[in-house]
């Protein structure tokens, strides 16, 4: 399980790049948890959305989001990658 910084900002667009590219490589799936996440920026949030597109069409195991955080779902929402992200709309529930 990979377990998102607090702050998922442009510095760590190139961290978690390579972590799911690592993981995939391996041809290991991958729980992110995204529950700890306050503020997050497009980029990864794109990055995230490309791991989930590369993961599906490897035919292996896939990538999860688990646990996103009330931030991480708006933002998502916000730029439109909630579904691609998996993320289901939360209306209070």
């Known amino acids: 399980m990979l377990v998102l910084a607090a702050i998922l900002d442009l510095t760590e667009t ?3 790049k ?3 590219q690592d993981a ?3 041809g290991d ?7 700890a996440v306050s503020r997050v ?9 490309a791991g989930v597109r590369t993961f599906t069409e490897s035919g292996g195991p896939g990538l999860e989001i ?14 439109g990658l ?4 998996g993320l289901q709309e939360n209306n209070g529930g």
């Open 41 to 49: 920026t497009s980029p990864c949030l794109q990055v995230l959305a």
């Open 29 to 35: 799936g991958l729980a992110v948890d995204a529950g």
């Open 24 to 26: 995939l490589a391996k």
């Open 82 to 85: 909630a579904p691609m992200l």
């Open 14 to 16: 190139m961290g978690l």
């Open 66 to 79: 688990v646990a996103a955080s009330d931030a991480f779902r708006d933002t998502a929402s916000g730029l």
């Open 18 to 20: 390579k972590t799911l």
